[in-house]
């Protein structure tokens, strides 16, 4: 049984860092991309960070120069360093395949807020 499992979320005043984890539990992980998303309420789930097999990495426009993705293939894991975040950022991040996608862990909630 493939599964994620998100951690690192928090409440973070404006300008502040955190650090996402997502750990790759029952799967082969270094043959795929991995990618970070979101969801606000009210919002669709969005796509911010992508990480190929190879570590090549793509970033929504919203985050670009913010967050970084990384990955430690031998640890089945995943990370989004995020800094200067903003209220708007506030969202359960989420990580999952691209392509191949399976079923959505519980997510990590992030409150951006002062």
């Known amino acids: 049984q493939v599964q994620f499992v998100e951690s690192g979320g928090g409440l973070v005043q404006p300008g502040g860092s955190l650090r996402l984890s997502c750990v790759a539990a029952?799967?082969?992980?270094?043959?795929?991309?991995m990618g970070w998303y979101r969801q606000a309420p009210g919002e669709q789930r969005e796509l911010v960070a992508r990480?190929?097999?190879?570590?090549?990495?793509n970033y929504a426009d919203s985050v670009k120069g913010r967050f970084t993705i990384s990955r430690d293939n031998a640890k089945k894991t995943v990370y989004l360093q995020m800094n200067s975040l903003k209220p708007e950022d506030t969202a359960v991040y989420y990580c999952?395949?691209?392509?191949?996608?399976?079923?959505w862990g519980q997510g990590t909630q992030v409150t951006v807020s002062s």
């Open positions: 990480i190929g097999s190879s570590g090549n990495t």
């Open positions: 999952n395949r691209p392509v191949s996608q399976i079923s």
């Open positions: 029952g799967s082969i992980f270094n043959i795929y991309a």
